[in-house]
């Protein structure tokens, strides 16, 4: 007697996760082509919260190239917050990301009054990780 076949039905909710994951790995490997494919595909879309995470990462990790991908598809994306208010541009203060610290304020440049909840500007964030950054960000 042949063992019965069982077909595993896929919830949404499953298929959704995979390709979070999926595009949660390309924005992590830096392969802007790849990030420019899922764009492409659909499969991001601008509520969702994947986005968000893509354009934070792609900040902290200093990846430009993505930064761009995303911002031409999603232009509202300059002035998200997470957290305790940060925007992209305290993410890419923190984390000594002055490429993106760039790109980012070139684009919105009110983001440089900008504060989050606690009251920290993106002079505070530049400090708390690199003293250095300060001088030639803010020359």
């Known amino acids: ?3 019965r ?11 959704l996760l995979s390709l979070s994951l999926v595009a949660l790995s390309a924005a ?12 492409a595909s ?5 509520s969702g ?9 792609a900040t902290a990790d200093g990846d430009v190239d993505i930064l761009q991908v995303l911002i031409d598809f999603w232009p509202d994306g300059l002035h998200i ?12 203060s923190f984390s000594g990301q002055l490429d993106a610290l760039k790109f980012l304020l070139l684009r919105t440049p009110e983001a440089l009054k900008a504060k989050t909840e606690p ?3 993106l002079w505070h964030m530049a400090a708390v990780n690199d003293p250095q950054i300060r001088a ?4």
């Open 1 to 3: 007697m042949r063992p």
């Open 5 to 15: 076949e069982t077909v595993k039905r896929i919830s949404p909710g499953a298929v």
């Open 28 to 39: 992590q490997s830096f392969d802007a082509e790849e990030v420019r494919e899922l764009v």
């Open 42 to 46: 659909g499969r991001l879309n601008e």
């Open 49 to 57: 919260d994947l986005l968000q995470e893509f354009l934070f990462n």
């Open 81 to 92: 917050t997470r957290g305790s208010g940060e925007t992209l541009a305290h993410v890419a």
């Open 119 to 121: 009251g920290l500007t």
């Open 136 to 139: 030639p960000v803010f020359a």
